[in-house]
C-alpha cells in the first residue's frame, strides 16, 4: 500500500532529480520537513504511518514516543527500513522496525517512561514516497509519571521547538476533536513559531468518538476557531483495529465511509480524510519546488551558456586530422607568445591579482631588490669610526697612506683608489644575483604560460625544453656583460667626473666679521674649502688669492649673534691657542642665514673638522685613544672621497644592469619565441606526436559534450514541470487572536466547546 496522495508528484521529482544527476550535480530540492505535533494519544503516529503507507511505529497508552523519531523518507524501487545506529543492517519486515524503535528508546531512556532529546534517525527507502523528513515528536505531557523529570512539560515543549523552528518546517498541529481545541497545546506552539499560520496545518482527529449529538463541522469549515490554512479531519485506526491487524488500506476505506455517511460531514467529505491531508502536503511540496525552480532555471542557463562556445568547438572533432593537427600547432604557439609577452609587460588577462609574477616581478627586482643588494656592499661606515679612533686599526686597513704621504697637503690617489676598486669588485655579486633573479622569473612564466597547452602533454614539455634551453643559453652572455660592466668601472677611476667632489668640498661667499676699521672692517671674500686648506679670493673668478689657511689644530664653534647685527656667525680657532689668521686668534666668518652657517659647518665636518655647537674654551682635551688631527683629516677624506666616488657607481650600474638584462635576456626571449620557436618545435620531431591530446582532454571533450546536452534536457524538464503543475495561493490571513502563546499570555475564551450541538 502506498501513499497515494504523494505518488503522483513522485515522478515529477524524480525526472528533476534524473536531470541533475545525468551532469553529475546534486537537485538540491530542499523539501520542507514535516513535523507533527499533538498532545499524548492525539493520534500522531497514526498520522505519520498513512504517509509511509506502514504500519511500524509503536502503540499503546500514556506517553509511546519518548524520543523525536527523524523518518526521512527515500524514493527506491526497493523497499527497506534501516537506522542510524543499526548501519548496513537492512529491515524487511517493518514490525521489526517498531520493536527496534521500541528497544533503542528503553537503551537511552530506560523502560520507566523516561524521555530524552536524542533523536532516533530512521530511513525507509521505498518505490511509494517522496524524498523528505517526517518528525514524529513526543506528545505535549503536563503530569510526570514514572522516572520522567518534574518538568517533563518544558523539556518537551523545549525540544518539539527544536524542530518546529526551522523555516523549512511544515507544522501538523494534531488535536482530538473531543477535547477543547481553544487550549490546544499543538496550535499554542505552532503560534509561537509561525504567527501568521503560513506552515500550520490544523488536523483534527478522533471524529469518530464525539459525543453522540455534537460533531465539529464549524471547526471543519474554518468558521469557529479559524487557521489561515485551515483545519483537516481524519478518522485514524481504533487500538482495537491495531490489535485486529486491520491494515491501512481497509482504514482508509473506512475512513472514507465515514465521511460520506456522516450528515454534518457528507457535504465536505472531499476535503476531509487521509487522501486529503496528503493532497495538501502534496500542493505544498509541489509550491515549493515551482518556487525554487527560477534559481535552478537561471543556474543551468548559465551553465549552458559558458559551454556553447566550448561545446560548438568540440562538434565534428576529429583528434586524428593532420591538417586539424598543424592548425592548432599553429594557435598554440602564437597563443603561448601572446601570452608570455603580456605577462612580461603586466597587461591583459595575464595580471596575477594575487601575486607578483612576470614583468611585475621582475620590475620588483630591478628597482627594490637589485638596489637593496647594492645598498648591503656599502663602504662600511662602522670601520671608518673605528679607524678614527684607534691608530692600530688605522695601520691595519689603511697602509697606503702612511706608505704614499709626501710632506704638503694631499692625499695620496692610491689609498683612495685601492679602497674603492675593493668596493667595486663587491659589486660583482649583487649583478650576477640580479641575473639570477630575473632568469628564474622567466622561467617561472614560461611554465605559467605553458599551463595552456596541458592538453597536449608533447607539445607543453617540448615548448617548455626549448624556450628554457634558450634562456640558460643567454644566461652565461648575460653575466658576461654584466662583470664586463664592473670591470669597466674597475679600469678607470673617473675623478673628473662632473658629480665627484673631487678635493673641493665647498666654496662660496663669506663675510670675514672681526677685521678692525682700521683695516678696512668686515668684508666679504670669495672662499674655497678643500680637504687640506680653507682659501679666500677677492672673488669667484679665484685669480686673487687673498690666504690659505692649512686646517691643522683647527676646529669650529658657534658665536651668538649680536642685537646690532644681522649676520649668522662662526668662528675658527686653534686647538693650541695660536694665533689663526695673522694678528687674530680667531677668525669669525659670516653669513646672511642661519641655514648658510649650518651648510658651511657641515662641510667643515665632512672635511674632518670638529663643530663646537656653543662657545668653549680653546683649550680641550684629547681623547687618549685619538690620532693625530691630521690623520684624522686623512680618514674623513678618503671616507667622503669614497661615498662620493661609489655613488657616481651606483647609481651608473643601478642603471645599466637592468637595461642590459632586457636587452640580452628578456627582450632576446621575447623575439626568439616570436620568431624561432615554431621552427624549433617542427625540427623536434613527429609534429602529430607532439599535438596528440592527454587522455584528460579527451575525457574533458566527451564531459563538455554530454553536459552541454543534458544542460538542454534539463532545461526542457523544467519547462516541463513549469507547465504540468499548478501553485495554489496562498489562503488569506484570518483572526488567530483565539490561540493563546505557549508563553502565558491570556486569550480570548471562545465558546466552550469546539463542537456543535446537534438539534433533536
Not at 381 to 390: A, C, D, G, P, Q
Not at 482 to 488: C, M, N, Y
Request: hydrophobic share 35%; glycine share 6%; aromatic share 6%.
Amino acid at each position: 500500500m502506498g501513499n497515494r496522495g504523494l505518488e503522483d508528484l513522485i515522478p515529477l521529482v524524480n525526472r528533476l532529480q534524473d536531470a541533475f544527476s545525468s551532469i553529475g550535480q546534486a537537485c538540491n530540492l530542499d523539501l520542507p520537513q514535516i513535523a507533527v505535533v499533538g498532545g499524548q494519544s492525539a493520534g500522531k503516529s497514526s498520522v505519520l504511518e498513512n504517509f509511509v503507507g506502514r504500519d511500524f511505529l509503536p502503540r499503546g497508552s500514556g506517553i509511546v514516543t519518548r524520543r523525536p523519531l527523524v523518518l526521512q523518507l527515500i524514493n527506491a524501487t526497493a523497499e527497506w527500513a534501516e537506522f542510524l545506529h543499526c548501519k548496513g543492517k537492512k529491515f524487511t519486515d517493518f514490525d521489526e522496525v517498531r520493536q527496534e524503535i521500541e528497544a533503542e528508546t528503553d537503551r537511552v531512556t530506560g523502560a520507566n517512561k523516561g524521555i530524552s532529546p536524542v533523536p532516533i534517525n530512521l530511513r525507509v527507502y521505498s518505490p511509494h514516497v517522496l524524498n523528505l523528513t517526517l518528525i514524529d515528536l513526543p506528545g505535549i505531557t503536563k503530569v510526570p509519571v514514572g522516572d520522567q523529570p518534574a518538568d517533563i512539560e518544558q523539556q518537551i515543549r523545549d525540544m518539539i521547538m527544536q524542530f518546529i523552528t526551522r523555516e523549512s518546517c511544515l507544522i501538523l498541529a494534531v488535536t482530538p476533536a473531543n477535547t477543547d481545541l481553544a487550549n490546544s497545546d499543538a496550535l499554542k506552539l505552532a503560534k509561537d513559531v509561525d504567527s501568521q499560520g503560513l506552515r500550520t496545518i490544523g488536523v483534527i482527529t478522533k471524529l469518530d468518538l464525539m459525543d453522540e449529538g455534537t460533531d465539529a463541522r464549524d471547526v471543519l469549515e474554518n468558521k469557529l476557531l479559524p487557521l489561515r490554512r485551515g483545519y483537516i479531519g481524519v478518522v485514524n485506526r481504533s487500538q482495537k483495529d491495531i490489535d485486529g491487524k486491520k491494515d491501512i488500506k481497509a482504514a482508509l476505506e473506512a475512513e472514507r465511509k465515514f465521511f460520506l455517511s456522516h450528515p454534518a460531514y457528507r457535504h465536505m467529505a472531499d476535503k476531509m480524510g487521509t487522501p486529503r491531508l496528503q493532497k495538501v502536503l502534496n500542493q505544498q511540496l509541489t509550491n515549493h519546488i515551482r518556487d525554487t525552480l527560477p534559481a535552478f532555471r537561471s543556474k543551468l542557463q548559465s551553465q549552458l551558456l559558458a559551454l556553447d562556445k566550448e561545446a560548438e568547438e568540440y562538434r565534428g572533432y576529429r583528434p586524428d586530422d593532420p591538417s586539424r593537427k598543424t592548425k592548432q600547432l599553429l594557435q598554440m604557439v602564437q597563443q603561448f607568445s601572446v601570452d608570455f609577452e603580456k605577462r612580461i609587460e603586466g597587461s591583459g588577462d595575464q595580471v596575477d591579482t594575487v601575486e607578483l609574477s612576470g614583468g611585475a616581478k621582475i620590475n620588483r627586482i630591478f628597482h627594490e631588490r637589485f638596489p637593496f643588494e647594492l645598498v648591503k656592499n656599502r663602504f662600511n661606515k662602522v670601520h671608518v669610526i673605528l679607524v678614527s679612533n684607534r691608530k692600530k686599526t688605522f695601520h691595519h686597513l689603511f697602509p697606503f697612506i702612511f706608505v704614499g704621504f709626501r710632506t704638503g697637503l694631499f692625499t695620496p690617489d692610491m689609498a683612495f683608489e685601492a679602497i674603492v676598486k675593493k668596493q667595486i669588485i663587491k659589486l660583482k655579486e649583487p649583478c650576477v644575483k640580479c641575473v639570477d633573479m630575473v632568469i628564474q622569473e622567466l622561467i617561472n612564466t614560461v611554465r605559467q604560460c605553458s599551463n595552456k597547452l596541458e592538453c597536449f602533454p608533447r607539445l607543453r614539455e617540448e615548448t617548455e625544453r626549448i624556450v628554457t634551453s634558450h634562456i640558460r643559453d643567454r644566461e652565461s652572455r648575460a653575466k658576461d656583460q654584466v662583470l664586463l660592466l664592473i670591470d669597466i668601472q674597475l679600469s678607470y677611476i673617473n675623478t673628473n667626473h662632473e658629480d665627484f667632489i673631487g678635493f673641493v668640498i665647498r666654496k662660496g661667499w663669506l663675510t670675514i666679521n672681526n677685521i678692525s676699521i682700521m683695516k678696512g672692517g668686515a668684508k666679504e671674500y670669495w672662499f674655497v674649502l678643500t680637504a687640506e686648506s680653507l682659501s679666500w679670493f677677492k672673488d669667484d673668478e679665484e685669480k686673487e688669492k687673498k690666504y690659505m689657511l692649512p686646517l691643522d689644530n683647527l676646529k669650529v664653534r658657534d658665536v651668538e649673534k649680536s642685537f646690532m647685527s644681522s649676520k649668522h656667525i662662526f668662528c675658527i680657532f686653534n686647538t693650541e691657542s695660536r694665533n689663526v689668521y695673522k694678528d687674530n686668534r680667531t677668525l669669525e666668518l659670516a653669513c646672511d642665514s642661519q641655514d648658510d652657517v649650518d651648510s658651511w659647518k657641515s662641510s667643515l665636518l665632512r672635511a674632518g673638522w670638529t663643530v663646537y655647537p656653543v662657545e668653549s674654551d680653546t683649550t680641550t682635551t684629547t681623547d687618549n685613544f685619538s690620532m693625530d688631527p691630521q690623520l684624522e683629516r686623512k680618514v674623513e677624506t678618503i671616507r667622503n672621497l669614497v661615498d662620493s666616488y661609489m655613488a657616481i657607481v651606483n647609481k651608473c650600474i643601478r642603471d645599466l644592469i637592468p637595461k642590459t638584462i632586457m636587452h640580452l635576456m628578456i627582450g632576446n626571449v621575447k623575439d626568439f619565441i616570436n620568431a624561432e620557436l615554431l621552427a624549433q618545435l617542427y625540427s623536434a620531431g613527429d609534429q602529430n606526436a607532439l599535438m596528440d591530446e592527454s587522455q584528460e582532454q579527451a575525457q574533458r571533450r566527451d564531459e563538455v559534450l554530454r553536459t552541454h546536452q543534458a544542460l538542454k534536457e534539463a532545461l526542457a524538464i523544467i519547462g516541463d514541470i513549469s507547465t504540468s503543475t499548478v501553485t495554489v495561493p496562498l489562503p488569506p490571513p484570518v483572526d488567530t487572536s483565539w490561540v493563546g502563546g505557549s508563553s502565558g499570555g491570556r486569550s480570548r475564551r471562545p465558546p466552550p466547546s469546539p463542537t456543535r450541538q446537534v438539534p433533536p
